[in-house]
C-alpha cells in the first residue's frame, strides 16, 4: 500500500472539515457545551472523531477563535496544533482546560446562566420566594454564602450557609475566593464563595444570591450581565408585622434589622427591578419571567 494516498486523504480531509463544521453550529446553538465536549474527549470511550480531533480545530470551533489567536493561545501553552484532543497529556490538558472555561465565558455569555442578585430587606420573604422558584425551576439555583454568625436553630452548614470563623472568613477575602463580602446588620460578615457561582453559571444555571445592598453594589460593579431585582414590603408596616412574627430576634435585634430595612428601601432604585412581595407565587413568577425575558435579550444580540 502506498504510504501516502491521496484520494483517501482528501476524502478523510472532507469527513474532518465536515465533522468540524458541525460541531461548530452545535456549539454556536448552544446544543454542545465546549467544555462537556472537552472533558468527554478525555474518556476513552469517547467518540474517535472526538478524542481524535485536532487541538487548534477544536479551538477553532469556539466563535471569535480565529487561526491566530489559536495558534498564539497553543504556543503560550506549549501544545503542537496537530495534537489530538484525545492525546494531550495532563499538564497540557489541565492547562487547556483553564483557557477553554474562560474562552467559554468570553465568548459565549449566551451559553451561561444569568446571575440573579435579590435584594430587599429583612422579613419581606426573600427566602419563601427563593424557595418558591427552585421548587419550581430547577434551573435555577441558590448560591450558599459564607458567614461568621453563628448557626440558628435548624439551620444546617452547607446547606444554610457555610458558618467559618472569623479567621477563616479572612482567609477567604486575601485568597481573594469570594465574589463580594460585607458587614450585614451592623455585625456580621457574609461573603459570596466565587468558584461554585461560576461553576454553575458555565453549566448553564441561573444563580440566586440572597444578599444585601452593598454586595449587590460591588456585584454590578464586577459582573457585567447581573440581574439585580429589589424585594419590597407592601408597606413598611407590614414589614415590622412579617419581622415580630417571624419571632428569630429579640426587641434589640428586630431595631438593627428595622434601622437597616430603611436604608435598603431608600436604595432600591439601584436595581434594575422593584418586585412587590404581597403574594409569593406571584412575585417568584414574575422574577423567573425577568430573568428569562433577560436571557432572550442577550441570546438575541449575538
Ligand atoms: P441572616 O443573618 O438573617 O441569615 O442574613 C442577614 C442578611 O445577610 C440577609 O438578609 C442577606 O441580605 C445578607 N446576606 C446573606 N448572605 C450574604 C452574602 O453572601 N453577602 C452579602 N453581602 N450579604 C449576605
Known amino acids: 500500500m502506498s504510504p501516502f494516498d491521496p484520494v483517501s486523504s482528501s476524502a478523510e480531509g472532507v469527513a474532518m472539515r465536515q465533522n468540524r463544521a458541525e460541531l461548530k453550529q452545535s456549539i454556536a446553538r448552544g446544543e454542545k ?16 472523531v472526538l478524542r481524535g480531533l485536532r487541538v487548534d480545530w477544536f479551538l477553532q470551533a469556539i466563535p471569535g477563535m480565529g487561526v491566530t489567536k489559536v495558534e498564539r493561545l497553543l504556543t503560550e501553552l506549549g501544545i503542537r496544533p ?8 495532563i499538564r497540557q490538558r489541565t492547562a487547556l482546560r483553564v483557557q477553554v472555561v474562560r474562552l467559554f465565558r468570553h465568548y459565549l455569555p449566551h451559553l451561561r446562566g444569568t446571575l440573579l442578585v435579590l435584594v430587599g430587606p429583612t422579613a419581606v420573604g426573600k ?16 448560591s450558599v454564602s459564607a458567614t461568621t454568625r453563628k448557626p440558628r436553630r435548624g439551620e444546617r452548614e452547607g446547606e444554610h450557609y457555610y458558618f467559618v470563623a472569623e479567621s477563616e472568613f479572612d482567609r477567604l477575602i486575601t485568597a481573594g475566593e469570594l465574589l463580594e463580602w460585607a458587614t450585614v446588620h ?5 461573603g459570596t464563595p466565587q468558584a461554585p457561582v461560576e461553576d454553575l453559571l458555565d453549566q448553564g444555571k441561573n444563580v440566586i ?3 444585601d445592598i452593598q454586595g449587590a453594589r460591588s456585584v454590578a460593579k464586577r459582573v457585567h450581565g447581573a440581574l439585580r431585582v429589589f424585594v419590597a414590603p407592601p408597606s413598611f408596616e ?5 419581622l415580630a412574627q417571624r419571632g428569630t ?11 437597616t430595612a430603611v436604608s435598603e428601601l431608600a436604595a432600591q432604585d439601584e436595581c434594575d427591578f422593584v418586585v412587590i412581595n404581597s403574594v409569593v ?22
Not at 457545551?33 to 474517535?48: G, T
Not at 496537530?82 to 497529556?89: E, F, I, P, S, V
Not at 451592623?186 to 457574609?190: A, D, F, L, N, T
Not at 407565587?281 to 435579550?297: P, Y
Request: proline share 3%; net charge negative; glycine share 6%.
Open 281 to 302: 407565587e406571584h412575585a417568584g413568577q414574575s422574577i423567573v419571567d425577568l430573568v428569562f425575558g433577560s436571557t432572550h435579550q442577550t441570546a438575541s444580540k449575538e
Open 249 to 259: 430576634e429579640d426587641g434589640t435585634e428586630r431595631e438593627v434589622r428595622l434601622r
Open 209 to 211: 444570591l440572597e444578599i
Open 33 to 48: 457545551r465546549i467544555i462537556e465536549l472537552f472533558d468527554d474527549s478525555e474518556n476513552e470511550e469517547a467518540p474517535p
Open 82 to 89: 496537530t495534537a489530538r484532543l484525545g492525546g494531550l497529556r
Open 238 to 242: 407590614e414589614l415590622e408585622r412579617r
Open 186 to 190: 451592623e455585625s456580621h460578615r457574609y
Open 127 to 142: 427566602g419563601t420566594i427563593v424557595s418558591w422558584i427552585t421548587q419550581n425551576y430547577p434551573e435555577f439555583v441558590l
